[in-house]
């Protein structure tokens, strides 16, 4: 069965500050995909990115950079310079699909503030 | 383009009684999801449909929960009758193509029911 622990249930840092949150998932599928949600207070989850199971490049998005790696099956999201507007919920999410349609399991999500 | 369209966006119902949620889609997605989301977890998917048929629901109610995608556009989520634990933020979300094994597609999301049951 498929899993993602998201450890850090939540975070403050002081703003410019970098944060990292982490990501650990469980999967027997060899083919995968990866997600990261960001959930403001209004509620709406907003897509940052998607990563396959065979591409283990790292990707910089801005101030958004992801760190996955398959060897500790972990899929890191770091923020560099934070700012008050990334006070959110942040979810990592797995997909799998190998019955024939994909099958999402989120994580519980981080809550990260970020502090003037 | 116009996102995921939900509504209400909010209500407020006594256990016991029935509600239901409406989704439209984004223009041309063909698959459809609803997901619970309790406060202070990740959302769990409750039903799955690609065009108007259900491919996955293992997570539904079925005693209380019912959900119909009509033509394979909007989808309505029905509660009946509620419990307390019901009380959470019901998420549609929709992606654009139908997959086969091995394939993915990105989900984008509507901006959510919040229901509290008394």
């Known amino acids: 069965a498929q899993k993602v622990t998201q450890a850090q249930t939540e975070i403050s840092v002081v703003e410019k500050e970098d944060v990292t949150l982490d990501c650990v998932y469980e999967?027997?599928?060899?083919?995968?995909?990866l997600f990261w949600y960001k959930q403001p207070p209004s509620g709406e989850l907003v897509f940052l990115i998607r990563?396959?199971?065979?591409?283990?490049q790292n990707e910089i998005s801005g101030r958004y950079s992801w760190n996955f790696q398959k060897s500790t099956s972990s899929f890191n999201f770091t923020i560099t310079a934070s700012q008050v507007v990334d006070s959110a919920v942040y979810f990592c999410a797995l997909s799998e699909a190998t019955r024939g349609y994909q099958k999402v399991t989120f994580g519980t999500g981080t809550k990260l503030q970020v502090i003037p | 383009e116009a996102g995921v369209a939900q509504s209400p966006r909010y209500k407020i119902i006594e256990k016991r009684q029935s509600v239901a949620f409406w989704c439209n889609p984004i223009?041309?997605?063909?698959?459809l999801y609803w997901y619970q989301q309790i406060l202070g977890q990740g959302p769990k998917l409750l039903i799955q449909?690609?065009?108007?048929?259900?491919v996955d629901d293992s997570q539904l109610p079925k005693d209380r929960f019912s959900a119909e995608r009509l033509k394979g556009v909007d989808s309505t989520l029905k509660i009946q009758p509620a419990k307390l634990e019901d009380s959470a933020v019901y998420l549609c979300?929709?992606?654009?193509?139908?997959w086969g094994a091995g394939g993915t597609d990105t989900q984008y999301f509507g901006p959510g029911t919040r229901l509290t049951v008394l």
């Open positions: 979300a929709s992606s654009l193509r139908v």
């Open positions: 999967t027997r599928d060899t083919t995968y995909y």
């Open positions: 990563r396959n199971s065979f591409d283990e």
């Open positions: 449909f690609q065009n108007n048929g259900v």
């Open positions: 223009s041309g997605h063909a698959t």
